[in-house]
């Protein structure tokens, strides 16, 4: 299992709260590569910068905890879309 895992923090501190998901959306067809054999992974942050970390799951050898691992990054990228859909939900209230 050599498959590598991107993760991008999306700085989105100077993006309006209700064109984060589009951005964000922009930037994966922007940046995600055709040919990238792993999973990428997307986390809008409140800061202005974005930054790239690689997580390379070659130095895990347990296929056991390979499957705990991706299964917790699913988890988290499901609670950022909730997230995400409560805080635009909140500044349409406003």
Request: charged share 30%; proline share 4%; net charge negative.
């Amino acid at each position: 299992m050599d498959k590598k895992i991107l993760v991008i923090y999306v700085g989105v501190a100077t993006i309006p709260i209700d064109e984060i998901e589009n951005f964000v959306n922009l930037l994966k067809g922007k940046i995600v590569p055709t040919t990238f054999e792993g999973e990428i992974i997307f986390i809008p942050t409140q800061d202005s910068n974005t930054r790239i970390e690689c997580i390379n799951p070659k130095y895990i050898t347990d296929v056991e905890l390979i499957n705990e691992h991706e299964k917790k990054i699913k988890e988290i990228n499901i609670e950022l879309d909730k997230q995400l859909k409560i805080l635009k939900d909140n500044d349409k209230l406003s």
